[in-house]
């Protein structure tokens, strides 16, 4: 019963609303220094909880190290003030056929074990009248990568930000990630690699989208 209620309320859930990562209310509130400061006092609670000397000088600094880490690094993409600022340029070249950004080097962290995701990313457009500066895709995809994430989500806000910035959907996204809560704990299995996919607009399109796989070898 109770999972039927869930499952009604996910049904009626704004779209929008399931895309976000997460957030409780006043998630902003404290300054990127707060929070390292919080981080690191609660990070040494649990070395010490594990039993490790905290006055050991290879351990020591460690609960400051992650603390930083955490909030300048991994999960800076939670920051909306860290949003990377995409460039457009005029299409000049009127080149109308698919732009495809391959094998971005992609690091995220899962959220059910923050344990790492590691893969890489396809992202494709068609150009209209503008087109974007080649290393803010990139940007654009470490900075959603930047935060605790369920891969299905972060290949969803990948493709929505570019179109929010391209103003239209002709966009493809594509990604391909070892999730390392799949091989190095539970099932331990280090063969396997998860594939998601986003398709929009004219990649929706059968011969589009074959061209797409084509280019970035189909996800193998």
Known sequence: M??????EIIDHEPEETLLNTPLRAGAFEL????????IE??????????????????????PKRVAKMFVKEMFSGLNPANQPRISLFENKYRYN??????????????????VPIIG?????YIPGTKVIGLSKINRLVQYY?????????????????????????????????????????????????????????KFQNEHTRAEFL??????K
């Open 97 to 114: 056929r698919m732009l495809v950004e391959k094998d971005i080097t992609l690091y995220s962290c899962c959220e059910h074990h923050f």
């Open 120 to 124: 890489k990313a396809h992202v494709a």
């Open 145 to 201: 990568a930047r935060r605790p994430q369920v891969q299905e989500r972060l290949t969803i806000q990948i493709a929505n930000g570019l179109k929010e910035v391209l103003q239209h959907n002709d966009v493809a996204v594509m990604v391909e990630a070892d999730h390392l809560c799949v091989a190095s704990r539970g099932i331990k299995d280090t063969h396997s690699s998860t594939v998601t996919v986003s398709y929009s607009g």
């Open 2 to 7: 109770q999972k039927d209620l869930m499952q």
């Open 31 to 38: 300054t990127d220094q707060e929070k390292i400061s919080e």
């Open 41 to 62: 006092y609660h990070f040494a609670r649990i070395m010490y909880a594990l039993g490790l000397d905290l006055n050991d000088d290879s351990l020591s600094e460690t």
């Open 214 to 219: 084509s280019f970035v070898g189909g996800g």
